[in-house]
């Protein structure tokens, strides 16, 4: 089953203006991560925001907030004021918080498909 | 820049060759992940190591070897490899198991 969903292959904003990027992930474990990072021409992998599944406010990191809907399983990620710095592929990622066989915990991302955002001036 | 050291940045090999993939971690970071994203599969966990001890396996070939070593970096070992290798193999860090993971920019290997 696919556990972390992100519908919208592309996605075009213009600037300045709010984007929201989609995620719904699945899971039975209580204690989980969801993060976002995105991914720029260049290659590298930039982690932009962090929501635990506890956490009661919505994470915000300056022009990046995470509107965490835990009932519907949804961790969408929205982008105030969009800059064209911001075109770049955008992954988000669950990390289940589990113990292995011999008793210690790990904790692996498993990542969506990426959604590519464009920023048109 | 996140802190994390990948070495070398591109790496072009031919079928059947071996290879040995480098990663420092944070200053500070006792936990390394090695990904591999390619094409037809995304971004796909490999291996967990966290202080010397392998704690997790994901979809790691058996051509496919990884440690971490008493200075806390780690190296990726593919051996036989074949055309369907080639990708871009990240290696992460964090300071602990349950903490937010930090990406190196990243070895692209090229498989001919």
């Known amino acids: 089953a696919q556990k972390i969903t992100q519908t919208q292959p592309g996605m075009f904003v213009q600037e300045k203006e709010a984007v929201t990027l989609d995620c719904t992930y699945d899971?039975?474990?209580?204690?989980?991560?969801l993060f976002w990072y995105k991914q720029p021409s260049s290659g590298e992998m930039i982690f932009l925001i962090y929501?635990?599944?506890?956490?009661?406010q919505n994470a915000t990191e300056g022009r990046y907030s995470l509107n965490f809907q835990k009932a519907r399983k949804s961790a969408n990620l929205v982008i105030s004021a969009s800059q064209l710095g911001d075109s770049a592929m955008y992954f988000c990622?669950?990390?289940?918080?589990?113990?292995?066989?011999?008793?210690?915990?790990?904790?692996?991302?498993?990542f969506g498909q990426g959604t590519i955002l464009t920023v048109h001036p | 820049d996140s802190g994390v050291t990948q070495t070398p940045k591109h790496l072009i090999t031919a079928t059947g060759q071996r290879v040995t993939l480098r990663c420092s971690p944070r200053?500070?970071?006792?936990?390394v992940y090695w990904y591999q994203q390619s094409l037809d599969q995304g971004l796909q966990f490999l291996i967990q190591y966290y202080n010397g001890e392998e704690r997790a396996k994901g979809n790691i070939l058996e051509r496919f070897s990884a440690q971490q070593f008493p200075d806390l970096h780690s190296e990726l070992n593919l051996s036989s490899l074949e055309l369907g290798d080639s990708a871009l193999y990240f290696c992460?860090?964090?300071?602990?198991?349950?903490?937010?993971?930090?990406f190196g920019p990243g070895t692209r290997l090229l498989v001919l």
């Open positions: 200053s500070g970071d006792l936990s």
């Open positions: 929501q635990g599944s506890y956490d009661q």
């Open positions: 992460a860090s964090s300071v602990d198991v349950g903490e937010t993971q930090y």
């Open positions: 899971t039975s474990d209580p204690s989980y991560g």
């Open positions: 990622a669950m990390r289940e918080d589990l113990i292995n066989a011999g008793g210690t915990s790990y904790g692996k991302l498993t």
